[in-house]
């Protein structure tokens, strides 16, 4: 952890689309603070669930499509501690489109109010051909989608 | 399972207080559906959530009280299915409040707009002392806000 | 809660087959003692895991079977706190099996050596067709392997 | 995603200490592999686990010490899929010991026989003094312990 180079909370403005997220009682882990888990399930949900209102997703259909996402990596930076019962925001952007290849950012907010981020992170989703597992081009709907959030 | 005794699916008159929840994506199992475990990570953040909010549980001092209470039986009857990214209301009402125990009901409703839950279930929380572990008195501030939810 | 009928804690005498199951960090929750929701993510996995490896159960093909089983109702009674990082072992018993449904009854051991359970529960399957939603015949292969649970 | 530098599956000679994970239903998700987020419940698991057998982390003070392990950042690379009932098996090793944090890498073997990961991450927890929330030494029983795991 070299000081210097390590990362900053971040504020809303440095977001595009965002989404609330409710925190649970089984968030809290012993310390009575949320777990560093779970803030991945929440960046998995707040970037599934603006794919599917905006009709990039299909959640039904997940076992069906020709190609899939695969995440190849995710990571995320804690600055400040979050805790059951409050509520969450997710600030959520695309920092990179490629041919078969997406890099969401999340930023996790303590409340609507709050501007900088408690947490930050990143998954990478890469789109393959359900079959071969080859590298498969996004489709055109997700790419569609993807650029508003830029 | 005795079809003539089954538990009925109840319209949301039947509840007294509620609280939203937010699916999440992790939610779904293999079969696309909200798996039968999460309702009850459902049922403890809605009547925790309600009594934090309420000043009758602080969580910050959940390993300090002189009294706490433990879990001694859960149960729950699935109606219907729920999925992500859909929206759930928990309606909350408190079925019996005896010396040392209180028994919560909880039923869960696909939306604002529907009357009939999807499922609904209970939970019984029995309080003893910290240190002995033997049955202890419900604590004041939580029967009064108890009697609100019945 | 009657405490004349209240359920009590069985030996392990009392089940049929066992799968061991390993806690996890999370598990624990604000108090320091798993949490009453994971018990029945234990559930589920032993016995899916019992019947996965007998062959009464492919998770590969559970979007493709012609008939699935719906949990239609959960139970637990809890008797004495489990933690992260202790060892379980699930013990499991098919109380009933009907034309459409099978009634699992599952109890946690602490541990190898202890005969009492620190809780015990049951989940009950309603077979259906997956198209219809009607209720369907159980599958001869898992009926056989029901039996042997019995 | 740069092809060139991307990070690649570790040899178990690479770790050293292991510990057994079981897998559970409802780690996987609706595409039928364990979600990448459960890694991370994982990571915890492997670490605290290790941590509490060979003393150097005790649970149930965990509300009570004077300084806490915060964790500041997580990360996990994906390389191939595990699923539920698989057993994992997850290797540790202690990458960097400063004066008042540590950094964990941790890989996911699908077997004892694997020899390969199919997933490796690291997370860094920070040590701080429990009331002013400054960084504080790490505890001499700890950093013996972590010597080992080097």
Known sequence: MTFSTRPQAEPRSAYKV???IST?????????HVNNVVYYSWFDTAVNGLLIERGALDIHAAGEGHVIGL???T???????LSFPDA?????RVAHIGSSSVRYEIALFPSDQEQLCAAK?????VY??????RPALLPPRLISVLETFR
Chains 1, 2, 3, 4 share one sequence.
């Open 24 to 32: 649970r009682w089984a968030d809290n882990d012993v310390y009575g």
């Open 75 to 81: 990571q995320c930076n804690y600055f400040a501690p």
């Open 71 to 73: 995440v190849v990596e």
């Open 18 to 20: 965002f989404r609330d």
């Open 88 to 92: 969450v925001v997710a600030g959520v």
């Open 121 to 125: 992170g990143h998954f990478v989703h």
């Open 128 to 133: 393959v051909d359900r079959v071969t597992r």
